[in-house]
Each structure stands twice: as C-alpha cells, then as structure tokens.
C-alpha cells in the first residue's frame, strides 16, 4: 500500500506534490508589482477563469477539485499570498486525510493509525506525513526487522495463518492462530513482544529491555500498568530513544520467531495442533 511509502517517508503523493509546485507559481505571481508582465497575465487568467473560460486559473481549480479529497477555491482566494497559503494547508490537510484514512482501514497497519510524536515545540501530537526515526536505523537487518515488525510482514501466526498456502486451502480463523509455544494466546505482535515466557531467546532479552526502557523514558512505566500491552507496545515503537536500545533486537526476533527454539513439550507448529 502506497500511503504507507508515504507516511512514513514524509513524502507527498504526486499529485498533491504538483498542486502545491503550482499554487507557489501563483503565489509568487500574486506578490509581483502590477506592472510587471507575469502579474498581468496571471490577472488575466483570473479573470478569464471567473467568466467560465479556460485558462491557467481556471485548470488549477480543475485540478484541486479532482483530488481524491476536494480542495474548492475561488479566484478571490488565488488573488493574495494569504489566500493561497490557505489553500495550500487546505491540500495538505486534503493529502493527510486521505492517507491517514487509508491506514485507518488497512488490516495491517494498527502500529501506524494515530501515531503520536513530538512536533517542534516538544507537544505529542498526530503526524501523518514525517520521515520517520526507525528509517534511520543504521543495522540493516535490524532495519528491515523493525519496519517489517511494524507492519505485520512477519512469520508471527496472526500474519502467516491469515494466507492460504499449497498445504492451507483456507485461511486460518483468528482466534485459533495461538502461539507455537506456549498455545495460551494469538501469536501477535503484543504476544510476542511482551507476553510470551515460553521464548528461549525472547524472554531474558526482554527483561533487560524493559530495563532499558524505563531507566530511559520514566514515563513509560506508568504506561506500562495503565494501559494495555498493545498501546504500550505502541508507544515504545514511536519512541526514539527506545528504538535505538534493544528493540530494533526484540523485532529480529520476533520476525525469525521460527528459527528460535521453545519449552519441550509444546507443539512447533500451529497447522499441526489445529
């Protein structure tokens, strides 16, 4: 899904990119003297576009009502700067909807809906659009790891039993894709992560991440026994100090959860228990 390429890169859509390279053209325009020569004919388009004629004016209303969200204007609003600074952040607002919207109705992207993160003035707040921190990430595999973790492209039992496969004609109904090690929960993200004690690798790793974790961010203690294992797991993803100790670790596992091994006398696999 491309709104995800985009969220997480800051990056625009390209026709909300070329709505916004056109609105500064007009921007720059409207604050020319009047007798300069590129003022006059952006008048003219004006006022060729408020008598139903074709013009520049008239294309690039066209256009910012065609988008998937419509962004209306007037040639009164695209006569000032101000005016048009406001239809810009009306287009941004169009573009952050739509993505947003998108991940909202996506299966796979709970991590991602609401994101809270620090603006320039230090406040949590929603960001759609920012080149995110995990990006960043300089181990690649740890890299690939998290963002996949974060995405649901992982091996875990509620991403993998969801497909069809040469040996599963039918997809596996959530509730009985339990752990393939403890079998007393669906093998989530949240599981993984933070439950799970039948884990060899997993769960002394964990104890020393917790560790880390409130001695960097007090805070998230207090997080941690008032909300549930998935907000908090929520929250430590989206947090940047975090990310860089010890959890970039905790999503490699989870995402070769397989590979590693369990308590004996548990079953390996999900297919065969079911």
């Not at 603006?119 to 759609?128: A, C, I, N, W, Y």
Request: aromatic share 8%; glycine share 4%.
């Amino acid at each position: 899904m491309r709104a995800i390429l985009f969220t997480k890169t800051g990056l625009l859509p390209i026709r909300y990119r070329r709505a916004i390279i056109a609105l500064n053209h007009a921007k720059y325009w409207a604050q020319l003297e009047d007798d300069h020569f590129a003022r006059a004919a952006y008048t003219e388009s004006l006022r060729l576009s408020s008598t139903r004629c074709v013009s520049w004016a008239s294309d690039l209303r066209a256009v910012l009502a065609s988008l998937p969200i419509p962004v209306a204007c007037t040639e009164v609003s695209l006569e000032s700067a101000g005016g048009i600074d406001d239809i810009i952040s009306a287009v941004e607002s169009s573009c952050e909807s739509l993505l947003q919207g998108k991940l909202d109705n996506a299966v796979r992207t709970g991590f991602l809906r609401q994101q809270l993160e620090k603006d320039e003035k230090g406040q949590l707040r929603t960001v759609v659009l920012r080149f995110r921190h995990y990006l960043d990430i300089v181990n690649v595999a740890h890299r690939k790891a998290f963002t996949r973790f974060l995405l649901s492209d992982h091996s875990l039992g509620v991403e993998a039993l969801r497909h069809t496969d040469r040996d599963r004609k039918y997809p596996i109904p959530r509730a009985w894709r339990l752990c393939r090690y403890c079998q007393l929960d669906i093998e989530d993200e949240t599981h993984a992560a933070l439950v799970c004690t039948a884990h060899l690798e997993l769960t002394p790793l964990r104890a020393a991440l917790l560790r880390d974790i409130f001695a960097i961010q007090p805070s998230l203690q207090h997080c941690a026994h008032t909300q549930t294992a998935r907000e908090f797991l929520g929250r430590v993803l989206l947090d940047h100090a975090v990310t860089w100790r010890g959890m970039c670790r905790t999503c490699w596992i989870c995402s070769h959860w397989k590979k590693f091994g369990f308590h004996q006398g548990t079953s390996t696999s999900v297919d065969g228990m079911i």
